[in-house]
């Protein structure tokens, strides 16, 4: 199997090199190489040299505090690192969404399925099928890294592709083990419940030691925080439960090789260990690939979202706004993806969290870091956000031949595609932000309520403005050029295609700018007039003046995007392969 493997990798990628370079005749992806090619030089070209201070050039004491911290990071960053793969994998038996490596093509499900190949060796073979797209992560992230020298690139290279291809296969193994915790077969399901038990005992020892430090001394700064953390995963019980993420964090954080080779067959065995996991969830795994060889056996070869059936609790109504179907379509697509059951454990732990968090004075560390998190979270979900929840015209176009038949005017077509994406952005923006506005006295604790509520709410008004305007952005770009936009839920790989993403991005946040413009400038302007007289507060209608400008532009462009959908002609619209 080893070999057929290596022979089917080589294959494959001889032939995609051969067809990215064939495709290379169209402009678009000429164009998109070219700005791929350029963008990882400058993004890359400064970082594989080291840099160092010129001879003779002494410190400054600002540097020196920034290498006694660096140092002093270094001595915990093992503890550390295995308590966030620890936190991460607790999580991870959380989360609605299955892993990658048990997707198979409908020609590996068609040939491999029916061949007479154990389902353990099926594993076996995405597992080395999947070598390949995890240490080009690696490779990147070793070079973006600035690190000292090329023999410590060289380690960090290692390190990360065995951290990223552990975290890849237990992933693997939760997504096995998920189904199997309900179910009536003993083995699988002890085997389930077994290392979910001990993951989430693990995370129990951790957190009652740190609730502990929290009793005994208050947490009232980020570094009290730090420190309390770091002490407890460097010290005690909690120390032991976490020396096997520790082992395989370990060899990233090597100073030598002496040390690196220390510590790589200790994070080796811990690789091994959770392939093992895996492999012995094969009576799982064979239940999934007899379902999948029934089902996709007479597929298409386009890649489709999996749905499942469940009643989202909303019927459609016989009468109303044009745009409502599209609304309960999207919603449909998303809670026939989406468990609502794990949203709502989420957003509940969430609500916990932050309520004790804000309530229990001793943690207001803990809260800084909180707060700092969900700003952070506010401002990454209304400006990334729209690129990635594409439940939009950049996925249904793949079915205009269907749109076009639907009474509906152009218009309200464009304006329901977005309405709903833009719904789910908009809350979950204001949900990361609604914790930072709650935890801002611990955050911004140098500035006064007033300002921090002021800009809080100002943000939460525009954020909706924002994430609507960019959907039209997106939007417009896949009705006039249809070509650029990758459609569907997949994307696209290669330098071409990261050149494509690249412009496009530019693109959008470069036309976001000139959107958002008139109404900065209106709002500015009021903002400025009534400052002394209102204060901080004044931000509020300058962000509902603003929110209201851009609302109308958003109108005004799905309007005029109306005849642009009409003449969109189905040959235009590249299907997926």
């Not at 494959?12 to 402009?27: Q, V």
């Not at 129990?204 to 980020?222: C, D, E, Y």
């Not at 080779?261 to 094969?282: E, H, M, N, S």
């Not at 976001?512 to 709002?523: E, K, T």
């Amino acid at each position: 199997m080893v070999l057929a493997t290596l022979y089917i990798m080589w294959c494959t990628a001889k032939n995609r090199m051969r067809r990215r370079l064939s495709r290379l005749r169209e402009p678009r992806y000429l164009i998109g190489a070219i700005i791929g090619g350029l963008y990882l030089f400058f993004a890359l070209y400064g970082r594989t040299r080291p840099r160092r201070p010129p001879a003779g050039v002494a410190a400054s004491p600002g540097a020196r505090q920034a290498q006694r911290v660096i140092a002093s990071f270094a001595a915990a960053a093992p503890s550390l690192g295995g308590l966030a793969l620890l936190v991460a994998a607790a999580v991870s038996w959380l989360m609605p969404f299955g892993s990658g490596l048990l997707e198979f093509t409908p020609a590996e499900t068609e040939f491999l399925f029916t061949a007479p190949v154990a389902r353990r060796h099926l594993l076996f073979y995405r597992l080395m099928r999947s070598q390949w797209a995890v240490l080009f992560g690696a490779l990147v992230m070793s070079l973006a890294y600035p690190i000292a020298s090329i023999p410590a690139r060289i380690r960090g290279l290692i390190a990360v592709w065995l951290i990223l291809m552990t975290a890849h296969v237990f992933f693997t193994g939760v997504t096995l083990s998920r189904p199997q915790v309900t179910r009536r077969s003993t083995t699988s399901r002890g085997l389930a419940r077994g290392m979910m038990t001990v993951l989430f005992a693990a995370l129990a020892v951790v957190l009652v030691s740190i609730g502990r430090h929290l009793w005994a001394q208050p947490i009232l700064t980020l570094r009290d925080a730090y420190q309390v953390v770091s002490a407890v995963a460097t010290t005690g019980t909690p120390h032991l439960v976490l020396l096997p993420f520790i082992a395989l964090v370990r060899p990233l954080f090597a100073s030598g090789w002496f040390e690196f080779f220390k510590a790589i067959p200790v994070a080796l065995l811990t690789y091994a260990g959770v392939i093992a996991w895996v492999l012995r969830a094969d009576e799982a795994f064979g239940a999934m690939t007899e379902e999948l060889t029934e089902s996709e056996v007479n597929r298409p070869t386009r890649k489709r979202p999996a749905y499942q059936v469940r009643g989202v609790g909303w019927d459609l109504a016989l009468t109303g706004r044009p745009e409502t179907p599209f609304v309960w379509k999207g919603a449909l697509q998303t809670f026939r993806i989406v468990d609502r059951r794990v949203l709502i454990r989420i957003g509940v732990m969430i609500a916990w969290l932050t309520t004790v968090v804000a309530l229990f004075g001793r943690a207001r560390g803990l809260a800084e870091a909180i707060g700092l998190l969900a700003t952070l979270g506010a401002i990454f979900a209304g400006i990334i956000g729209p690129q990635i929840f594409r439940v939009d015209l950049r996925q249904d176009l793949q079915h205009l031949e269907v749109l076009k038949t639907w009474p509906v005017r152009p218009s309200a077509v464009v304006r329901g595609e977005m309405l709903w994406p833009a719904a789910v952005v908009t809350a979950l923006t204001w949900v990361f932000g609604a914790v930072g506005i709650l935890l801002s006295a611990a955050t911004f604790s140098t500035t006064t309520l007033s300002v921090r509520i002021a800009v809080g709410l100002a943000g939460m008004i525009l954020a909706p403005a924002l994430v609507i305007a960019q959907f039209t952005i997106h939007n417009t770009a896949a009705l006039l050029f249809p070509a650029w936009v990758p459609l569907g839920m997949g994307r696209p790989r290669g330098v071409d295609a990261m050149g494509q993403r690249v412009f496009m991005l530019g693109a959008t946040w470069l036309m976001l700018g000139f959107v958002v413009a008139p109404g900065v400038i209106v709002g500015g302007i009021i903002s400025f007039a009534f400052r002394r007289l209102v204060g901080w507060w004044i931000l509020i209608p300058a962000a509902l003046v603003c929110a209201a400008i851009v609302g109308a532009e958003v109108l005004m462009a799905t309007e005029a995007l109306g005849p642009a959908y009409e003449r969109l002609d189905l040959s235009s619209v590249e299907r997926g392969d």
